[in-house]
């Protein structure tokens, strides 16, 4: 039986290599499952050698103090992928710049390389396709749009869907979210998801907190809802989000803060897919330093920022990023999208059509038999 090492840096990717171990497990009991990723993949059975997952950084900029703890995973895990135990396939998730570094290390040592969650090419740096059709040996694409351009690009590629949609089977319908997290009657339900990450916390959350006053002071019967993400420290979230109306802080049920809201807040990343799958719609908002702004702005080669609008390929969702990230702009577009007749219908309907784009569930276990497919016995 194989031995398979996974790699993910970031809670997104512990999400998504989390479906992965799982189905791995189901078609394949006996292989080894190792690597670097977070308690989720950790419960999903894989041997947890690193988890950098809780200290995720923003952009670039912000990412230089990480560097001696990446450093160091990189050095244990290149070991492993060189050393006589050398596992038989290296799955790669997301975290390009990582490991695309660590996949060089493979190729030389003759460990074939699958990309689970490929690095979006497509939105920036666009010269790495040559790279990674000299490392890579198979990339499982997640969004429809991908396989086209590895294609072009001389990379093998398979579409596998997106695995939000397996990890969407286990969201609470609408009415026992709400239930659950006890905002049944009268008055809109906001949620606030203010991202996995340390740093954006604290450059969004403020933003959503003045965002809520101005929704509260317009709609004095709204209940607003924070999903905390288990990455963050309920200090971090406390902290950021101090003074004004009550926000109830809901630990580790995301989905749920997901079903029950008319209306998100959220942070861009995988959440906005999620949300859009769930049927909520949403105004999305990022911010990170100038600095990193102001270095990776002119290499961006799409015109919007959310994955519900880019798998769309139109505007469905309001986007406000740096300096048009605002508590007032944000409220601003939370009232518009409540307060307009047939806006919310409008993105309910807009969402209706990504599920057939994205594939369907058992995406999981359709990238766990390409990976074993690939993996050295």
Not at 4 to 19: K, N, P, Q, R, Y
Not at 91 to 119: H, K, Q, S, T, W
Not at 195 to 202: C, L, M, P, Q
Not at 285 to 303: H, K, M, W
Request: proline share 7%; hydrophobic share 50%.
């Amino acid at each position: 039986m194989p031995t398979i090492m996974l790699v993910a840096g970031e809670a997104s990717g512990d999400l998504h290599g989390a479906t992965l171990c799982q189905a791995l497990r189901l078609l394949s009991p006996g292989s080894r499952l190792l690597g670097m990723g977070g308690p989720r993949m950790a419960k999903a059975g894989m041997e947890l050698l690193i988890d950098v997952t809780a200290s995720a950084a923003v952009g670039g900029t912000e990412a230089f103090g990480r560097v001696p703890a990446l450093y160091r995973a990189y050095r244990t895990l290149r070991a492993v992928v060189e050393g006589a135990d050398r596992p038989g396939v290296l799955v790669l998730i997301d975290f390009p710049e990582f490991n695309l570094r660590l996949a060089r290390a493979a190729r030389r040592a003759g460990v074939p390389v699958v990309y689970f969650i490929p690095p979006q090419l497509w939105a920036w740096r666009g010269w790495r396709m040559k790279t990674m059709r000299r490392l890579v040996s198979l990339v499982l694409a997640v969004l429809p749009f991908e396989p086209p351009l590895y294609r072009r690009a001389g990379v093998p590629v398979e579409f596998v869907g997106h695995p939000v949609l397996d990890a969407l089977v286990a969201a609470p319908a609408r009415d026992a979210a709400r239930r659950e997290l006890g905002v049944e009657g009268p008055g809109p339900v906001i949620g606030i998801l203010p991202g996995s990450r340390r740093e954006e916390i604290e450059r969004v959350l403020p933003a959503m907190r003045q965002a809520v006053a101005r929704i509260a002071a317009a709609h004095p019967g709204a209940r607003f809802l924070l999903a905390q993400a288990p990455t963050i420290d309920r200090a971090v979230i406390e902290r950021s989000a101090a003074g004004g109306p009550a926000i109830t802080v809901v630990s580790d049920r995301t989905y749920a803060v997901m079903r029950a809201a008319d209306l998100l807040l959220v942070t861009s990343g995988t959440a906005t897919l999620e949300a859009a799958l769930l049927g909520t719609p949403m105004v999305v908002c990022y911010r990170v330093s100038q600095l990193t702004y102001s270095a990776f702005r002119p290499l961006v080669r799409v015109p919007w920022i959310s994955l519900a609008n880019l798998t769309l390929g139109r505007a469905v969702v309001p986007e406000l990023y740096q300096k048009a990230m605002t508590g007032e702009a944000l409220a601003r577009e939370a009232l518009r999208v409540l307060d307009t007749p047939g806006a919310l219908q409008a993105q309910r309907r807009a969402f209706a059509e990504l599920a057939g784009l994205l594939g369907e569930p058992g995406v999981g276990a359709r990238a766990a038999r390409l990976v074993l497919a690939r993996a050295r016995a």
